[in-house]
């Protein structure tokens, strides 16, 4: 009987997945919570090339953050061969040092990262700019599309995050879910009347009834405000600091489509009314025409 050969992945999705790794450690990862370190992980943080997609807060918009290849500069041989130690030889480095991301729109706008790793893991211990400041600015943007409220809460969410809080974060993005709720209702009950017994329903069932005005990201992920209210209740500190930048960024989707909603239904007014008066001078002109 032959046996069905077994797929190995390859070298190079090794290294993309240590680019991407890497990344995520600078970018995500709070100060002094260690996260388990691989070997590609570890090779690009020293010397390889990555990027990734982050908030420029020089530029203040999104850009593609680059570490160039160090690879000449280094003396430490095994590196020099483009190769990442293997596992085993990876539990005994230790090595702390900086790492430097250029946006990819004006290579002096730097963020600088301090990092420690050892044993097998790799921890931030350091960062210039703030994650604070850089989610601070990352937020700026949302300014105009949302009530202050929110706007200050989804700041404060940041700032705790930052401060290595994860799940006192969660709570700021559950009020400015739950508020998003509540505004739907509102507008809902407005057009279409009220449904019998919003107040008492649980938020998924809140969430069916409103579908029909909610925004896609909120249908397309019902579970969204069980994993936030999990996140008070059940919860690791450690689970919530790792999965908040994705609730985080659904959250901000949300807002992003409700803005332009909004936007799209506003310019659809203008133009009706627009049309309508065109119509009328249209219908006076005809009358004077014909008199
Ligand atoms: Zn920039």
């Not at 390859?10 to 919570?33: C, H, I, Q, T, W």
């Not at 010397?47 to 593609?64: M, N, P, Q, V």
């Not at 689970?239 to 909004?262: A, G, N, W």
Request: with cysteine; net charge neutral.
């Amino acid at each position: 009987m032959t046996k069905e050969p077994i797929e190995l992945p390859s070298p190079a999705s090794f290294m993309a997945n240590g680019a991407k790794e890497a990344f995520r450690v600078l970018f995500n990862d709070s100060l002094y919570s260690p996260s388990d370190l691989n070997s590609w992980t570890y090779y690009h943080l020293r010397s390889a090339e990555f990027k990734g997609d982050g908030y420029c807060i020089f530029c203040k918009r999104e850009s593609i953050f680059v570490h160039h290849d160090q690879d000449q500069q280094l003396t430490y041989h095994r590196f020099s061969t483009r190769r990442a130690p293997n596992e085993s030889a990876l539990a005994e480095q230790a090595w702390a040092g900086t790492v430097t991301l250029h946006c990819q729109r004006d290579r002096f706008h730097t963020y600088t990262f301090h990092v420690r790793c050892v044993s097998g893991t790799v921890e931030k211990i350091g960062q210039y700019p703030s994650a604070q400041s850089i989610a601070a600015s990352d937020v700026a943007k949302y300014r105009s599309m949302l009530p202050k409220e929110d706007y200050d809460e989804l700041q404060r969410a940041g700032g705790l995050i930052a401060h290595n809080i994860g799940i006192g974060s969660y709570v700021y993005l559950r009020r400015v879910f739950e508020r998003m709720i509540a505004r739907h209702h509102a507008e809902y009950a407005k057009e279409r009347g009220e449904i019998d017994g919003f107040g008492a329903m649980p938020m998924d069932q809140k969430v069916e009834a409103l579908a029909a005005v909610l925004p896609s990201t909120v249908r397309d992920f019902p579970g969204m405000y069980g994993f936030l209210s999990k996140g008070l209740h059940e919860l690791s500190e450690e689970f919530c600091k790792k999965h908040f930048p994705l609730l985080r960024s659904m959250i901000l989707t949300i807002v992003e489509e409700d803005y332009h909603q909004e936007q799209k239904a506003l310019t659809a007014k203008t133009m009706r009314d627009e049309f309508a008066r065109a119509k009328g001078e249209a219908t006076a002109l005809k009358d004077g025409n014909e008199r």
